[in-house]
Nanobody
């Protein structure tokens, strides 16, 4: 069964950190770009970050630059999103997804239609 499974979400105080994981099973994601998205209640799903498979280049939304870091471990078929200096506005369900085109273009990585496999999401709540 082809699936992505996110984990690592939870409740954290402002200024805290979390590391999200996105584990692929039933397929190899080594040729896919991996994107992270988030969706807050009442808002549209938005792109957060992306890591290419072609050259491991990365892209970030302006709202998370300097605070979030995306990475991947090809041996474990897993991608990660390290989130530091968390803010209440980071509260959302976080999703990972695969982009078979393999490259994260600055003007395209937030386009949901590029991604073909999605995880079920993990809740991140930033609150004191």
């Amino acid at each position: 069964q082809v699936q992505l499974v996110e984990s690592g979400g939870g409740l954290v105080q402002p200024g805290g950190s979390l590391r999200l994981s996105c584990a692929a099973s039933g397929f190899s994601s080594e040729h896919d770009a991996i994107g992270w998205f988030r969706q807050a209640p009442g808002k549209e799903r938005e792109g957060v970050s992306c890591i290419s498979s072609t050259d491991n280049s990365t892209q970030y939304a302006d709202s998370v630059k300097g605070r979030f870091t995306i990475s991947r471990d090809y041996d474990k078929n897993t991608a990660y999103l390290q989130m530091n200096s968390l803010k209440p506005e980071d509260t959302a369900v976080y999703y990972c997804a695969t982009d078979p085109y393999g490259t994260c273009w600055p003007d395209q990585f937030m386009n949901i239609r590029r991604y073909d496999t999605w995880g079920q999401g993990t809740q991140v709540t930033v609150s004191s």
